[in-house]
């Protein structure tokens, strides 16, 4: 395990060697390491959202054909190919991108929670233990502050990320992911809570900016998504214009 999350934790840690060179300050450089690979990935963020708001879009013209071809999985799979044709639309859109981002926070979360295993210069073994507001060791776990503060922002992050899982949502299976998510609306964050106190102050203090950003990036995906329903709300209306000017 730690050979696979070392191919993407070494690198990581080059980079934040090279941060901390520059700013010389092991807090600020993870805040500046944080806010990098955050907006890295933003782009992928971006590729989800987009592909859960068609999916929304598509949900009644999915519904429709597995009512009516319920009785033949063959020919449904067949018409639900041609619509994802028609509507150049990929099932995998949505899952592609959280595929990409696991293993990058995996092997944060290794560079961040055993530091001296993946970035060996000396500068940064004393790097690893210095202070940080009112944290006296990086490398050491912070009682409460930080991980209430990693808590409370997971809460907020997790809770509009819900708010856009769920728009659009439909039928028992969806009731049931409802329900879910929002239990684990609640035990996520006192997990991270409970997690982040015996987890390295440095670990607990990328968590917490990483919910933070997120916070920001979940609030702008609600008007991108927002704005894509528009779109295709327009685009529906115009092909249905069109039809019936062809009909005439």
């Known amino acids: 395990m730690y050979t696979i999350l070392g191919v993407i934790a070494r690198p990581m840690g080059l980079l934040l060697n090279m941060l901390y060179n520059l700013i010389g300050n092991y807090g600020i450089s993870i805040i500046v390491f944080t806010v990098f690979v955050k907006l890295c990935l933003y782009p992928l963020y971006i590729k989800q959202t987009k592909s859960t708001a068609m999916m929304s879009e598509m949900q009644p013209k999915i519904k429709a054909i597995q009512n009516k071809y319920a009785n033949d999985q063959e020919l449904m799979n067949i018409k639900m190919q041609e619509l994802y044709k028609e509507e150049k639309f990929n099932p995998m859109g949505g899952c592609l991108p959280m595929l990409i981002q696991m293993p990058i926070i995996m092997g944060l979360f290794a560079l961040l929670r055993n530091p001296l295993r993946y970035v060996t210069e000396d500068s940064m073994i004393f790097a690893f233990h210095e202070p940080f507001l009112w944290i006296a060791d990086l490398s050491q776990p ?71 950003i997120q916070i920001f990036f979940n609030i702008h995906m609600q008007s991108l998504r927002k704005k894509i329903k528009r779109e295709q709300q327009e685009k529906r209306i115009r092909e249905k214009y069109e039809k019936m000017n062809r009909m005439k």
């Open 142 to 212: 912070d009682p409460w502050i930080l991980p209430i503060i990693a808590g409370v922002a997971t809460f907020f992050s997790f809770t509009l990320n819900r708010a856009l899982a769920s728009t659009g949502m439909t039928g028992g299976s969806a009731g049931q992911s409802e329900a879910m998510m929002k239990m684990m609306q609640y035990i996520f964050p006192i997990m991270i809570l409970w997690m982040a106190r015996s987890f390295p102050s440095g670990l607990a203090l990328y968590w917490a900016v990483s919910q933070i």
